[in-house]
């Protein structure tokens, strides 16, 4: 499960999320890809290395995510996922869907009322209702919560990448 990137309008929402002290999203992660959509006005903590781009309300973990090694991708992941406030990292998702995620992962996705991505988090089976209770605190007003197949969500942001969204 690598990152693709995402489209603009996904990306714009979740920086609009961060920026919100009533919202609960403190970070947002950018691929390299798409680190040229950051705005460089934000009033945020912005920090950048080879895996992309932390944008936090908390300086704290700005540095802790710039401070972290290099060359360990399992704490990395696990480092995100409790920054980015998802249940399971990303090795877990693997683990506990028999080593099949593309056929037994989902992605759990928060949608604004126009259908941009407000987070987005993948979830093995065992973790799909923990992470679907946590995400819910992020669904805005007229939004929803979304469940998909792996193969659907990187389907959507190529589909709207290519159409310029």
Same mark, same amino acid.
């Given at each position: ?5 995402? +489209?603009?309008?996904?990306?714009? =929402? ?6 919100? @002290?009533?919202?609960?999203? $403190? *970070?947002?992660? !950018? ?55 998802? +249940?399971?990292?990303?090795?877990? =998702? ?6 099949? @995620?593309?056929?037994?992962? $989902? *992605?759990?996705? !928060? ?55």
């Amino acid at each position: 499960m690598m990152p693709f990137p995402e +489209p603009r309008g996904d990306i714009r =929402v979740q920086l609009a999320a961060v920026m919100d @002290p009533k919202h609960p999203k $403190r *970070a947002c992660f !950018v691929v390299p890809e798409d680190a040229g959509q950051i705005p460089y006005v934000l009033n945020a903590f912005i920090e950048t290395r080879a895996e992309g781009t932390l944008v936090t309300t908390r300086e704290d973990w700005a540095d802790a995510f710039y401070g972290w090694p290099t060359g360990q991708p399992v704490l990395f992941d696990r480092a995100m996922a409790k920054i980015l406030g998802y +249940p399971e990292a990303k090795d877990d =998702v693997v683990k506990n869907c028999g080593g099949r @995620p593309v056929a037994n992962a $989902r *992605a759990v996705q !928060v949608w604004d009322a126009d259908g941009w991505v407000v987070i987005e988090a993948f979830a093995s089976p065992a973790g799909l209702q923990a992470t679907q209770d946590e995400l819910r605190q992020h669904i805005p007003p007229g939004g929803s919560m979304v469940v998909l197949t792996p193969i659907e969500a990187i389907g959507r942001r190529l589909l709207l990448r290519e159409a310029g969204n």
